[in-house]
């Protein structure tokens, strides 16, 4: 009788061993896939706005703004940002959405409201003026939140 009990004793720490150390290997892969998600889709917004703001700062022909059409997916998984940091990417996403659809090849970008609204979310305007050579401090604030810090 006491041979039988103690392999039932050991059968069931054996189980609780082998169930602890499951558990916490799943625990870790999971961990690792969220933290790789978060910096892919922190990447993707992070390199769609900085599209924007370069097509803001540079572009002088005739094109519309190119961004991506999965930009609130993305964000929606930027679970780490702040609601002041969502209300302020989702202006932007609607001035670039609202200048697309007022945009003609036949007029000029600076004729669209919508562009200096861009340029005033993108860029520093302390001094009375647009300085495309500084950036917003909220603008820049998101992106030190989205950028991805390698080791």
């Given amino acids: 009788m006491n041979e039988y009990v103690t392999s ?40 769609d706005l900085k599209s924007i703001e370069n097509y803001l700062k540079k572009e002088r022909g005739p094109v519309n703004i190119r961004y991506s059409t999965e930009w609130q997916g993305m964000l929606a998984q930027c679970y780490f940002l702040e609601s002041e940091d969502i209300e302020y990417i989702y202006k932007i996403y609607d001035k670039v959405y609202n200048y697309n659809f007022h945009y003609s090849p036949t007029r000029l970008k600076e ?16 001094k009375g003026y647009i300085d495309d050579k500084l950036l917003n401090l909220k603008y820049s604030q998101i992106l030190d939140k989205l950028k991805v810090k390698r080791k």
């Avoid at 004793?9 to 969220?34: H, P, Q, S």
């Avoid at 669209?112 to 520093?124: H, P, S, V």
């Fill in 111 to 126: 004729e669209i409201i919508e562009y200096e609204n861009l340029r005033e979310l993108f860029f520093d305007n302390s």
């Fill in 8 to 47: 039932i004793l050991c059968a069931l720490l054996g189980a609780v061993v082998g169930g602890g150390i499951t558990y916490f290997t799943e625990w870790r892969l999971r961990k690792n896939d969220d933290k790789q998600r978060k910096e892919h889709v922190s990447s993707l917004l992070y390199n």
